[in-house]
């Protein structure tokens, strides 16, 4: 019940972190310039199309790169995860190394995909740097068994241990790159524009002496910028899948590897 009740006031969040400043100044803005062509009678006949092109198309073009660095997080971090499991097992393999050392050394990568959770959630205030030094730990303690080790054994745990950091880096670079800046800008100065072009012609569509109809207009001009502005929003929130704020970003929760995977 309790779970339930979490998962629905998340939901809620996520609708209204939709609403906010450029929310509201979007709003007033389509309003003060519809009541102002309609005070001087201003006709300005401009095609809607140039909504088309000027803003939902970078827009959709926008979410859509979004979208596509979430779904690439994810095989990224699957990735992490299955090389965690193998380059402890390929330990584990070797002739000579016993069940304490390898739960050691599962327990060391437990912590570097500790260190790596918080730094793609921007929580405890780690660096990359701090990883990379992880990386050269696990190596030495990999290195004190290598006479232990076949060509074959070597070349394996060499091979995917790189894989296992690989992704670690990979992680990291979708985490500070983020879709393209200057699209996005673009996207947030045209929408503030777009009243300026379709509020005249709603107003040359709809018959202001009739009420009915008025209230129709003021509707229909105030939901393309709140549409609009919404969907930039939107593509804000969904922008890093690492920070836990969305109902879409990654499930750690079923994605880590757990404690109770390292065999005591």
């Known amino acids: 019940m309790l779970n339930a009740f979490k998962e629905m006031s998340k939901k809620i969040n996520v609708i209204y972190s939709a609403i906010n400043f450029r929310m509201i100044f979007i709003v007033v803005e389509t309003l003060v310039i519809y009541f102002f062509y309609d005070k001087f009678d201003f ?105 232990l080790y076949n060509e074959r054994e070597k070349d394996s745990i060499i091979r995917v241990k790189n894989e296992l950091f690989e992704s670690v880096e990979k992680l990291n670079t979708l985490k500070i790159h983020a879709t393209p800046i200057s699209l996005r800008l673009y996207c947030l100065v045209f929408i503030y524009l777009s009243p300026l072009v379709y509020n005249s012609n709603i107003l040359a569509s709809f018959d202001k002496n009739n009420f009915l109809e008025l209230v129709v207009s003021i509707f229909f001009s105030v939901i393309i910028g709140f549409i609009l502005m919404a969907l930039y929003n939107i593509q804000e929130y969904i922008e890093d899948p690492f920070d836990q704020e969305g109902l879409d970003d990654l499930k750690f929760d079923e994605m880590l590897v757990g404690d109770n995977e390292v065999l005591e």
């Open 43 to 147: 006709n300005l006949q401009i095609d809607f199309t140039i909504l088309s092109i000027a803003i939902v198309f970078p827009l959709v073009f926008s979410i859509t790169s979004a979208y596509q660095k979430r779904q690439e997080a994810i095989g990224e971090f699957n990735s992490f995860r299955n090389k965690m499991i193998e380059l402890s097992n390929l330990f584990r393999a070797v002739d000579g190394t016993n069940t304490k050392e390898y739960s050691t050394f599962f327990k060391s990568l437990l912590g570097l995909q500790d260190d790596l959770l918080k730094i793609l959630t921007n929580k405890g205030g780690l660096k990359m740097d701090h990883i990379r030094s992880k990386r050269k730990e696990i190596f030495y303690f990999l290195e004190n068994y290598k006479n």
